[in-house]
């Protein structure tokens, strides 16, 4: 072990032996790579997360992500079919995609009714009851398509916009090119993440600096972390206090001005994530802190039922960081059900998962909006809604019996609230049966070029050179939807 008071220590050793408590944001890798392109030169920033100037002005400053873990069924949540209703156990009249996961059989109507909610008459199925509150709040968008019929393949998909190969998250790409609001917390916050499916892809940052990385509230897994015993990683440190730990950060720093080297930019990016990761001590902490919340907010959350509990529990924690400055925050809603090891994956028993699944986040989701209107932070707070796809009008052959539907990437439902976007507003469509994405059609990639332009960011302007190449989130492709924006 070293001893400060021996004298002729390098940066290099004091680097290599001092820690403070938060190793899992000390990242090692953070300036493995540093050339950067054009405007997005590293050079000229004083930290990796300093906050960046977007290409145009923005509609919102922060987005909250909840993902529905194994593809909730637009058809009996939110896309209202009259025609699969009447013909309900008829072949279906067109011919499918190619490909396909499971075997399928006929058409199957929804086990639920649908009505009109909200002034704006947005339909949704009568298993909302708490969601119509904020319809006119809801900008769906009916005709997103374009994704992998397989979980693995649409989950990275939906994160990086490349199926196949590890690219980096779309949370990574923000944090990339906006920084962060706050310089004692991330960027990016990834709350009780799920294992499989691409796992730490999913929030990864590839050949981004690593200091861009989702950092994982709870121990990712499946079934997820419970969102009460959620935490980060090596927040506390048994072998140094508090103030040992800042005079070790505060010895490194002098030593670092006190002597020149032609590693000076590296050295200083390693003693800013080791001084971030010291911050966090106290700010996260105090953030994820909710004692001072009023009953009636916790209440609005569902905190007080045990079906809403945990689910409500990270959507309080998403908007505490959201206004103590994360620039994104996902919210993962997966391995809960008894009976299915993907939460919304009803190939079967479609009537209890979807039950279940909706009666754990209508509350919460709704109080989410409802907390974050109230603050004033639903106008540039931008909520995005979804699963990596949809399901098939058609039933899944797999079981005979408690019969569910099968995967669906080729025209399904996700939607937007705050940050820019219509409220009370209906975009795209799919055809008669919830198949086809048919009217505005809203590949992947538009989805994160209108991400981006909501967030102030330019989808062909924010690129990272790799091996050659300007690599961007939407590789060669992608259109805004513009006509979702305010």
């Known amino acids: 072990m070293l001893n400060p008071t021996a004298g002729n220590l390098t940066r290099r050793q004091m680097l290599n032996h001092f820690a403070t408590g938060f190793g899992g944001l000390a990242l090692n890798g953070m300036f493995a790579e540093q050339l950067l392109s054009g405007e997005n030169s590293t050079k000229t920033r004083t930290s990796p997360l300093a906050a960046r100037s977007p290409h145009h002005t923005p509609k919102a400053k922060r987005i909250i992500f909840l993902f529905m873990s194994g593809g909730p069924s637009h058809i009996d949540l939110f896309d209202q079919k009259p025609m699969l209703d009447r013909d309900d156990g008829k072949p279906l009249p067109f011919k499918e995609r190619g490909v396909q996961f499971s075997k399928r059989g006929n058409l199957m109507r929804s086990p639920w009714k649908f009505r009109p909610t909200g002034e704006s008459g947005i339909p949704m199925s009568e298993l909302w009851q708490c969601l119509p509150e904020v319809a006119d709040e809801l900008c769906m968008i009916h005709s997103v398509c374009d994704t992998n019929v397989a979980h693995g393949g649409a989950c990275m998909k939906l994160h990086t916009g490349n199926e ?41 940052t590839a050949f981004l600096p690593s200091i861009h990385q989702g950092v994982a509230l709870g121990t990712p897994g499946y079934p997820n972390s419970p969102a009460k015993d959620a935490k980060f990683d090596y927040m506390n440190n048994a072998r140094l206090s508090f103030e040992q ?10 030593m670092h001005h006190n002597q020149n080297s032609n590693m000076a930019d590296d050295l200083e990016a390693r003693i800013q994530s080791f001084e971030l990761a010291f911050r966090m001590q106290t700010a996260a902490p105090e953030v994820m802190d909710i004692s001072g919340e009023s009953k009636a907010t916790r209440n609005m959350y569902g905190l007080d039922d045990s079906v809403t509990e945990n689910f409500g529990l990270q959507c309080l924690l998403a908007r505490r960081f959201a206004e103590s400055g ?16 993907e939460q ?21 989701i709704s109080g989410l909006l409802k907390d974050l209107k109230s603050r004033g932070l639903l106008k ?22 408690n019969q569910g539907r099968d995967h669906h990437p080729d025209g399904f439902t996700m939607w937007m609230a705050g940050g820019g976007v219509k409220g009370g507003f209906r975009y795209g469509k799919t055809d008669d049966y919830g198949y086809y994405a048919i009217e505005n059609r809203c590949t992947i990639h538009d989805l994160h070029a209108t991400i981006f332009h909501l967030l102030g960011i330019n989808h062909e302007r924010l690129t990272y050179q790799h091996e050659g190449r300007d690599f961007r989130l939407t590789d060669v492709s992608g259109n805004v939807a513009e006509g979702i924006i305010a």
């Not at 730990?245 to 002098?254: A, D, N, S, T, V």
């Not at 994360?326 to 090891?341: C, D, E």
Request: net charge positive.
């Open 164 to 204: 196949s190969i590890v690219r980096p998250s779309m949370g990574a790409w923000i944090s990339y090119g906006l920084g962060t609001e706050n310089n004692n917390l991330p960027s990016f916050i990834t709350i009780c993440p799920q294992s499989i499916h691409g796992g730490v892809d999913n929030y990864g």
């Open 245 to 254: 730990q800042r005079l070790q950060l505060k010895l490194i720093r002098q």
């Open 326 to 341: 994360v620039r994104f925050i996902q919210v993962s809603h997966a391995g809960t059900l008894p009976f299915s090891n």
């Open 344 to 364: 919304w994956d009803q190939h079967s028993h479609l009537k209890e998962g979807h039950a279940a699944n909706v009666s754990q986040i209508d509350k919460p």
């Open 380 to 401: 540039d707070t931008l909520v995005l809604w979804g699963g990596e796809f949809g399901r098939t009008p058609t039933v899944d052959q797999a079981k005979k019996t």
